[in-house]
C-alpha cells in the first residue's frame, strides 16, 4: 500500500522539479457532475461545464 505521506516517486503528481505536488480528489459526487458519464473508457469523452469550472479554478489558483 502506497503510504499517505504522499512520497511515492511513481506517483504523477511527485514528478515535478521540485519532486512535490499537490493530488486533487474530487468527491464521486462531483465526478459525477463533472462527467455525464462517470466511467473511465467514457470520461474522456463526456465533459460538463462543471469540469471546465474545475480545471479554470484551479489554475487561478496554481497561478496566484
Not at 504523477?12 to 519532486?19: D, S
Not at 464521486?28 to 469550472?53: K, P
Amino acid at each position: 500500500m502506497d503510504s499517505p505521506a504522499g512520497t511515492d516517486p511513481a506517483n504523477i503528481a511527485n514528478r515535478t522539479y521540485t519532486g512535490a505536488g499537490t493530488q486533487l480528489e474530487p468527491t464521486t459526487e462531483l465526478r459525477g457532475q463533472m462527467f455525464t458519464e462517470n466511467t473511465r473508457a467514457r470520461r474522456r469523452h463526456t465533459t460538463t461545464a462543471v469540469l471546465d469550472a474545475f480545471v479554470t479554478a484551479t489554475r487561478l489558483a496554481l497561478t496566484d
